[in-house]
């Protein structure tokens, strides 16, 4: 009797010893933490200022006749070529003790017919508006910056302009005007865009969104803002080393986009933790996405 209860007590010691390695063991594994990692490239960034603006010609007029009368033949349409001293339309001066004749409304510049305002038959005066010429070779959007941002700006400054009719394409232009003052209303001080439009395909009218160049930092390490922990000037990212996260401390610089500029603390290549961090601890044991595959 007295051995069986021994043979019993030492099975049920065995099996509490077993169990209890088990427990270790699944423990430990769930003391691995799975990360995902994202390595640190290279690539070029630019600071940028984003703003919205509206497209114009550089040069566009509104044409008046100089006599009174009636529109009796319109010689342009809307969308016409013209040039400069070109006849868009005539006027039947219908003067009495005037002989007879055609007076030509003449373009004051070269360009397109933008919009055509009179018909035939139509009574006008010197007052009355009878066409828009435009010249579209370049367009210019105007922008009102920020006092804060002023001294950020100069002339022959890059810009990029995108629009919604040329989704995939990208045009370039360069501030060509800066005002003197700020505006004491807006606290902002107007600019001028600058675009060339050879073939014609940015309009008058057009919505664009414009990027103006700030900085350049060409072949820099980056990372994305996934991986950053802290506040300015206490910046971190966690690091996989040997299968553990190391916590490391890190300058930044500009940003665009996800991405942002490493400008001291890690170095190309190095695997940064981007998804699992709120569970890291200085030295935890992780397994990467790329491991659990």
């Known amino acids: 009797m007295a051995s ?17 390695q088990k427990e270790e063991k699944r423990q430990a594994a769930n003391a691995i933490i799975p990360v995902e990692v994202s390595k640190v490239e290279f690539k070029d960034l630019e600071e940028t200022l984003d703003y919205v603006g509206n497209i114009r010609a550089q040069e566009e007029a509104v044409i008046y006749p100089k006599v009174n009368g009636k529109i009796m033949e319109k010689v342009k349409e809307d969308g016409s070529l013209v040039n400069k001293g070109e006849t868009v339309a005539y006027i039947d001066r219908d003067e009495v003790g005037f002989k007879f004749e055609k007076a030509p409304v003449e373009s004051p510049l070269s360009g397109i017919i933008g919009r055509v305002y009179v018909d035939i038959g139509e009574n006008v005066t010197t007052q009355t ?3 828009l010429v435009v010249d579209m070779r370049r367009v210019e959007i105007d922008l009102d910056i920020p006092e804060k941002y002023y001294s950020k700006i100069a002339l022959d400054q890059k810009a990029r302009v ?7 394409e990208e045009f ?18 107007p600019i001028e ?13 057009m919505f664009s969104k414009v990027s103006l160049v700030l900085a350049e930092h060409k072949n820099v390490p980056v990372i994305l803002k996934e991986a ?55 030295g935890a044991e992780v397994i990467t996405e790329e491991e659990k595959e």
């Open 4 to 20: 069986s209860r021994k043979m019993i007590i030492a099975v049920f010691m065995v099996l509490t010893v077993l169990g209890c």
């Open 129 to 131: 508006p009878i066409a």
């Open 162 to 168: 995108k629009v919604d009719a040329y989704l995939d």
């Open 172 to 189: 370039s232009g360069r501030v060509t005007k800066i005002s003197p003052v700020v505006d004491l209303s807006t606290r902002a001080a």
């Open 193 to 205: 865009i600058t675009i060339d439009n050879p073939q014609g395909k940015l309009r008058s009218g």
């Open 228 to 282: 950053i922990m802290g506040k300015v000037p206490n910046l971190y990212v966690y690091v996989i080393e040997n299968q553990k996260a190391v916590l490391r401390k890190i300058t930044l610089g500009i940003r665009q986009g996800p991405y942002y500029e490493v400008r001291d603390g890690l170095g190309q290549g190095d695997p940064v933790v981007i998804m699992g961090q709120q569970r890291l601890y200085d």
